[in-house]
């Protein structure tokens, strides 16, 4: 995958200038271009292909990547000391569905480049792109004090997303991560606010580790490449720029962030039809001033038997849409709190719970992987008094942050919820032990809506406004379309480029090309002059 040019930030304060908007329009959009071509590179249709869709909300061209246009936005962007990133930027564009499917392989376990690789993930656009971002992090964005970059782990949350924010100074002004913020942290909440949140998200994904440690844990490049999964030492910086290639994919731009095929209507109606009555073991509560959004799995025997009869992909939609419900829920806007995922194995007899039974259930579950911490705790209601045993003895194997997410309970989940949020038994839904009716989500709700349609209406009204602030403040100014701003960035040379370094417009080269080449005319003409002179009075002396 190609190195595109992120957008140019200030050394200083981390924010673009607001003259970037106009001169973004008029000279050309690099990171559209350069994704461009890296995805021609890929596929040969791709690059013809790449204009194609239109984007939701009838804003043309609002979701490719554009310029902080107001200083509120320049505010929560901002990064006081940028790390240099000079590898891949945030694609501003996904690849095409004729180059790589979402879904690519059933398989679980498969590598590519000697890195493990999702099942989301393809050897033709996704795979590359992230193995290109990981070998250039690990010497461009590992631990290194006398850099700038120490170990976070110990540090305060302020501390490491103080951090984070310098290592992604440049992923932070793309329109992207802006979209991603709302899916994550809710359309309606505040830029600083909905930003803090999600950086504080990425760093509890990678237990505060900011920078890249697995050189200093695997000394070979090669496992490094095979540990690239361990979070933890991949660090949030590395992490935030795999995930954003992933979100791309998922939440594809030039389509309004609305993917054409998981997210069409005739999809969500055959998938609900198909997959309603087995996952109907899983419920959302919704989230109230008094309590978070709680994902409930009332799991039963032949409920899990039954989902292990549908293929991997099937699953995978239905607990990718699960999990993207509860995050559009306003869980903490409302409570304060993250959602929980409360499972219920009280109908789920002991013989269940077995190596190769969980592990045939995790295969269906691991697009879960794909959401960077959903979920404040995990908490297992009803357990057997074995299990629960067992679990108080090996919880002491793990770290703190780790005991401190998942909590075994041999009672129901009335209690636990009680306990935790002083929701009343009675005020509790019937399914898990209260009294009030028809307070869960049932599955043929939660499959059957486009959970992000929120937050593409919000960056839609955003694109819109600052569209219109734009021309306000620099009338006559024209908009490019994607497409015109793709061939003219292919004319731009291709430099190296550092964060904070600012790349020359066509237009600028030209001028300086033109002065070289009138200051060179006039050094050809001197020289001629005088050798012109010389070799007259030589030939002259000669000829007498």
């Given at each position: 995958m190609g190195c595109a040019r992120s957008r140019p930030i200030d050394p200083a304060t981390g924010a673009t200038d607001e003259r970037d908007v106009v001169e973004d329009d008029a000279n050309a959009g690099d990171a559209v271009g350069a994704l461009d071509r890296d995805v021609s590179r890929t596929s040969p249709s791709s690059a013809s292909a790449s204009g194609r869709g239109r984007a939701t909300g009838g804003v043309e061209n609002a979701f490719l990547d554009r310029a902080v246009a107001t200083e509120s936005d320049a505010e929560w962007r901002r990064a006081k000391e940028p790390t240099p990133?000079?590898?891949?930027?945030t694609p501003t564009r996904a690849c095409e569905a004729d180059v790589e499917t979402f879904y690519v392989d059933d398989e679980v376990k498969r590598t590519?480049?000697?890195?493990?690789?999702?099942?989301?993930?393809?050897?033709?656009?996704?795979?590359?792109?992230?193995?290109?971002?990981?070998?250039?992090?690990?010497?461009?964005?590992?631990?290194?004090?006398?850099?700038?970059?120490?170990?976070?782990?110990?540090?305060?949350?302020?501390?490491?997303?103080?951090?984070?924010r310098n290592a992604i100074a440049d992923v932070m002004q793309t329109t992207q991560f802006e979209f991603a913020m709302r899916v994550f942290e809710g359309a309606e909440t505040p830029a600083r606010e909905a930003?803090?949140?999600?950086?504080?998200?990425?760093?509890?994904?990678?237990?505060?580790?900011?920078?890249?440690?697995?050189?200093?844990?695997?000394?070979?490049?090669?496992?490094?490449?095979?540990?690239?999964?361990?979070?933890?030492?991949?660090?949030?910086?590395?992490?935030?720029?795999?995930?954003?290639?992933?979100?791309?994919?998922?939440?594809?731009?030039?389509?309004?962030?609305?993917?054409?095929?998981?997210?069409?209507?005739?999809?969500?109606?055959?998938?609900?039809?198909?997959?309603?009555?087995?996952?109907?073991?899983?419920?959302?509560?919704?989230?109230?001033?008094?309590?978070?959004?709680?994902?409930?799995?009332?799991?039963?025997?032949?409920?899990?038997?039954?989902?292990?009869?549908?293929?991997?992909?099937?699953?995978?939609?239905?607990?990718?849409?699960?999990?993207?419900?509860?995050?559009?829920?306003?869980?903490?806007?409302?409570?304060?709190?993250?959602?929980?995922?409360?499972?219920?194995?009280?109908k789920v007899s002991v013989t269940m719970f077995s190596r190769s039974f969980l592990s045939a259930v995790s295969k269906q579950f691991a697009v879960a992987e794909f959401h960077p911490e959903p979920f404040a705790h995990f908490i297992l209601t009803n357990t057997p008094f074995l299990l629960a045993a067992l679990w108080s003895v090996g919880k002491l194997l793990l770290t703190e942050s780790a005991r401190n997410k998942f909590v075994i309970c041999t009672g129901d989940a009335t209690a636990e919820i009680q306990k935790r949020y002083g929701v009343e038994k009675k005020l509790q839904p019937v399914e898990c032990g209260g009294a009030v009716m028809d307070a869960l989500v049932r599955s043929e709700q939660w499959l059957s809506v486009v959970a992000h349609e929120n937050a593409v209406k919000a960056i839609t009204k955003t694109m819109n406004t600052r569209k219109s602030i734009d021309i306000s403040r620099f009338p006559g100014t024209v908009s490019v379309s994607p497409?015109?701003?793709?061939?003219?960035?292919?004319?731009?040379?291709?430099?190296?480029?550092?964060?904070?370094?600012?790349?020359?417009?066509?237009?600028a080269l030209s001028v300086s090309f033109l002065v070289r080449a009138i200051e060179f005319a006039l050094v050809l003409a001197l020289l001629a002059l005088i050798l012109g002179s010389s070799l007259r009075r030589l030939f002259a002396l000669d000829w007498r």
């Open positions: 990133w000079t590898g891949p930027a590519f480049g000697g890195m493990p690789v999702y099942p989301w993930e393809g050897e033709a656009w996704t795979a590359p792109g992230i193995l290109a971002i990981i070998e250039h992090g690990l010497t461009c964005a590992n631990v290194d004090v006398k850099l700038g970059r120490p170990c976070t782990l110990k540090m305060s949350e302020d501390e490491q997303i103080e951090h984070l930003c803090r949140r999600f950086l504080r998200r990425l760093c509890q994904a990678t237990h505060g580790g900011v920078y890249c440690k697995l050189r200093l844990v695997h000394k070979t490049k090669a496992a490094c490449l095979a540990h690239a999964h361990d979070s933890k030492y991949l660090g949030a910086a590395l992490y935030t720029r795999v995930f954003m290639l992933r979100f791309c994919k998922r939440f594809p731009p030039q389509f309004g962030f609305v993917h054409p095929e998981i997210d069409a209507p005739a999809t969500r109606t055959e998938m609900t039809r198909k997959l309603s009555d087995t996952f109907d073991m899983y419920k959302v509560w919704p989230a109230s001033e008094g309590h978070p959004t709680m994902l409930f799995g009332f799991l039963t025997n032949d409920g899990l038997k039954k989902m292990l009869t549908l293929s991997a992909r099937d699953s995978w939609f239905a607990v990718n849409q699960m999990y993207e419900y509860v995050l559009g829920d306003p869980s903490e806007n409302l409570s304060g709190k993250l959602p929980l995922f409360i499972i219920d194995v009280k497409r015109k701003r793709a061939k003219k960035s292919a004319k731009l040379p291709k430099l190296p480029f550092t964060t904070g370094i600012r790349p020359i417009p066509i237009a």
